[in-house]
Every structure is written in C-alpha cells, then in structure tokens.
Nanobody, 124 residues
C-alpha cells in the first residue's frame, strides 16, 4: 500500500515556474514507476509525464516537453514536477500516481495508487 500526497500547487503568472512535490508513504516507493497527470475542468485526466523506478528514464507529453521536468528521490520517498514557462492552458488539478510498470502509454488503470491532487492555476 502506498499513500501519495501532492504539495506545491498555487497561482502563478504565465511564463512563471512552479514545483510540485509528491510525498509517498511506505517502504516500497522505489519499486514503483511514478507518473504525473492533470485534469482541467470539463476534461479527462491527461498524461503529463512519467519516471522509472531508478529515475534513469523519463517520458513526457508533447504539450509539456522541454518545459516540465520530473525527478525523484527514493531515499526521501518523493517525486517532483518542475514546471517552467507555464501557460494558461497548463491550468488543472495535478495528480501523482504509482504504477508497477514504466511507460508513456501505460493506461490510467495501470496506475495503482493516486494522490488527491493539487490545483495549479496559471493566469494570463
């Protein structure tokens, strides 16, 4: 069992930066690939990016590639999402999730554990 808590959401102006963190409980955090997703009002949950168990591999959605960076610290049971050059269309609730497998095309159903989400609002 893994419990995930996202931190760091808030309001930022377009062009600004924000860093989200996801803290995980449990001693098995390092055995899970981690993903970040987002959901804007009236839209489905969208893949943002994912990181492998070791942190050696990452993959991003085209919409955030070059602007967002995912990292993890297995010693601290945390995964982070650094978001730069934010755009109003990045406004959404952001979720972290844990999966047994790494892959950018992993279905949402393969992510076993989810955080409660944190709101990110980018003003124009």
């Amino acid at each position: 069992q893994v419990q995930l808590v996202e931190l760091g959401g808030g309001l930022v102006q377009a062009g600004g930066s924000l860093r989200l963190s996801c803290a995980a409980s449990g001693r098995t955090f390092s055995s899970y690939a981690m993903g970040w997703f987002r959901q804007a009002p009236g839209k489905g949950r969208e893949f943002v990016g994912t990181i492998s168990t070791s942190g050696g591999s990452t993959s991003y959605a085209d919409s955030v590639k070059g602007r967002f960076t995912i990292s993890r610290d297995n010693a601290k049971n945390t995964v982070s999402l650094q978001m730069n050059s934010l755009k109003p269309e990045d406004t959404a609730v952001y979720y972290c999730a844990a999966a047994n497998f790494f892959g950018p095309k992993l279905p949402l159903t393969e992510y076993r554990y989810w955080g409660q989400g944190t709101q990110v609002t980018v003003s124009s």
